[in-house]
């Protein structure tokens, strides 16, 4: 942050703030001449989607708090006020509900190519760890904004969600009074979700900050995932990626307009449209659809784990999906440390590749499970796409490590990109560079 | 470009299956008026529709949503307006003395309820409670079609075992036991204009009707929606056009 040997401005007021404060240097620095990788391609716009995406959710979300009353008796009521008699607010509400799966699809995208590309990789790992530090945070933000409009899925999804943390041994009983103000979901779970839902999203600026941080010490991976040796890899950041950037969010920004205009309610569940009645329980109570992979690691779990041959129970059903939801997205905080392989990116790992792309169709088939009741068929799909998941970051990336052959890399960035034959064998890379 | 399509779109084939619809077959698609990504309402069916509610419905159905003042959208002038409010009185005070008083509702009262509390609807209902109405169509699979499918799915008891009384077999209905009575019968309610006096037509009207009454928004979003989506686009190609220019010079 510091200013190290600072170039004059020209301007005079430029030069006489940054002269005490030097925020134009600082900004210069980190996004004007910022060397960057040339040879990105379009998954490399999801970092500032999703911080396009934040900034939106924000803004919206403290119009709507203008406007919204954290009160069982009144909350719905609220909410339908703000769709019916505010000014616009129809617009800023659903821009803020479908905004919150937008987000969750930027991000997701955001993960995949951290993924594929290995991006985790030192020197970048706490930059990821604090990328998946984000991801925690925004789950437990998304699901307490869902609450708020106190609709039936709202109440259940809450009651749900919230009972799991009894399963934890000894304490768990606690935690879940403490969690609710009381015995039940009720206007004191509410109340502290509004305020918590009013925090969290500062917290998220402040760690996406800190992962801007970290992410401008190492600097940017790339689709080859080899370090940039000079400045005939790089590019200043300004134009050449803030207007790719800028192209990029725009051509997100649309399909997100489409869902909230044309589509507003798609992405949501109706039993939302009914007020919160504790006493009428919904046929199939379901999460959003961005936590539907993690509901169906949790109910993938149908057996109690005890001593074999005794009636000795160790950890519960219920205890076993609690951990093994929560332990989903500990192995992707771990994921660094467990994949040692020295190649980065999966354009020179072709079996990690397949193992990859496996991993994503487990999550979507274990996204489909998710919002189906957990029997028959779809419940031997969540198992059998759980072990995958818990397989590929426990055995497969292990193996890998140890047995996938270590391919020769391009020596450098821009020998790559003016070599056609490596683009041509390489999966998604789509560097534009000519 | 097509990547991010691409991904976006799978990211979404895993939304559609959230929630499973009981039993119920899933009620054939019909043409609304306001479909698609310019569809408008039929003022006329929704007067219409209105007529059905009013004669019919709200004979059980709140809709304490919806104000009187709100039925301008269905192209009544202020003083029509005025006029319908006038047919309902609600309940007012505490005046001067403290008394609660009945007046005729103003354009910006709420709709009355027909019930003062859940526990009299029930009682006057054999145990099940008439919803308020106000939201229906978007508090329902499939909206518009259901409440369409609903209102023409009463059918011959098709089951085994026997209904219970005051129970009615209904096509789309979850489980296919139902509390409500058919509501709409040929003739029922007699329309003004040409329009015929049909279950089906009553009940296309009113289900216009309460689509209107669940997004009353719904014709300005779709509207503003289109230049969003336009500008949007515009800018775009300006961005891409920006884009591709200066990384032409990246020889």
Known sequence: MGSGNRKKFDNPIVEWVDSRLPVFTLMNKEYGVFPTPKNFNYLWNFGAIAMVMLITMIITGITL????????????????????????????????????????????????????????????????????????????????????????MSFW????????????????????TLLWGGFSVDNPTLN???????????????????????????GSNNPLGIEPKGEQDTLPFNPYYTMKDTFGVLVFLIVYVAFAFFMPNDLGHPDNYIP?????????????????????????VTFDIGIPFTDITIITAKLGGVLAMFGSIALLFVLPF??????????????????????????????????KPAEGIWLYVSQFCSVYYFGFFLAIIPFLNKYEPVEKLPPSINDAVLDKNIKANAYFYAGKVK | ?????????????????????????????????????????????????YQVYKQVCSACHGMKRISFRNLAALGYS????????????????????????????????????????????????????????????????????????LLTGYEEHHGEEELPAG????????????????????????????????????????????????EPELEERKRIGVKVILFLIAFAGVMLAVKRKIWASMH
């Open chain 1, 276 to 300: 919160a009645d504790p006493l009428v329980t919904p046929a199939h109570i379901v999460p959003e659809w961005y936590f539907l992979p993690f509901y169906a690691i949790l109910r993938a």
């Open chain 1, 338 to 371: 467990l994949d040692k392989h020295p190649v980065r990116s999966a354009v020179f790992r072709p079996w990690f590749r397949i193992a990859l792309f496996a991993l994503v169709i487990a999550t979507f088939l274990l996204g489909m499970a998710g919002g």
């Open chain 1, 65 to 152: 708090a203008m406007h919204y009353v954290p009160h069982v008796d009144h909350a719905f009521d609220s909410v339908e006020r703000i769709m019916r008699d505010v000014n616009y607010g129809w617009m800023i509400r659903y821009l803020h509900a479908n905004g919150a799966s937008f987000f969750f699809i930027a991000v997701y995208i955001h993960i995949f190519r951290g993924m594929y590309y290995g991006s985790y990789k030192q020197p970048r790992e706490l930059l990821w760890m604090l990328g998946v530090v984000i991801f925690l945070l925004l789950m437990a933000t998304a699901f307490i904004g869902y609450v708020l409009p106190w609709g039936q």
């Open chain 1, 192 to 218: 502290r979700f509004f305020a918590l839902h009013y925090l969290l999203p500062f917290v998220i600026f402040a760690v996406v900050f800190l992962h801007v941080w970290a992410l401008h010490v190492a």
């Open chain 2, 1 to 49: 470009m097509k990547k991010i399509l691409l991904f976006t779109l799978l990211g979404l084939v895993a939304v559609t299956p959230a929630y499973a619809a009981g039993d119920a077959p899933v009620p054939p698609h019909q043409d609304w008026s306001f479909n698609g990504y310019n569809g408008t309402f039929d003022k006329g069916s929704l007067q219409r529709g």
């Open chain 2, 78 to 149: 202020e003083e029509e307006v005025k006029a319908l409010a006038a047919e309902y009185t609600v309940m007012d005070g505490p005046n001067d003395e403290g008394e609660m008083f009945e007046r005729p509702a103003r354009p910006s009262d709420a709709f009355p309820s027909p019930y003062p509390n859940d526990e009299t609807a029930r009682y006057a209902n054999n145990g099940a409670l008439p919803p308020d109405l106000s939201l229906i169509v978007k508090a329902r699979p499939h909206g518009a079609d259901y409440i369409y499918g």
């Open chain 2, 167 to 214: 129970q009615y077999w209904n096509k789309y209905m979850a489980g296919h036991k139902i509390a409500m009575a058919p509501p709409l019968s040929d003739d029922m309610v007699p329309y003004e204009d040409e329009t015929v006096t049909t279950t089906e037509q009553y009940s296309k009207d009113v289900t216009s009707f309460l689509a209107w009454a669940a």
């Open chain 1, 157 to 176: 999804g809450a009651t749900v969600i919230t009972n799991l943390f009894s399963a934890i041994p000894f304490v768990g009983d606690s935690i879940v």
